[in-house]
């Protein structure tokens, strides 16, 4: 398949290009950092940034794309159907 794009450069804005299922682990990494968390089913989501330092982003509604770089997604997320993208 042609890939038009090929020739340009990622950047942290550009759109993702891989996704994993997230599963909520308090000293396991994501296997990728992220360039967002795509939330199916809401609610809170509480994560590690890439750059270190805690968040929780309260009652994420569903279907939400937050565009966050996070290593890690911790188990005080009450939101289920996580999508990593990168």
Known sequence: MADRYSQFTTSPVSPA???FAVIPHDSEALPQTTRALYVGSGGDVAVEMHWGGM???ANVPDGTL???RVSKVLTATS???IVGLY
């Open 17 to 19: 290009s891989g996704a």
């Open 55 to 57: 968040a929780t982003f």
């Open 66 to 68: 937050l565009p966050v």
């Open 79 to 81: 939101a289920a159907q």
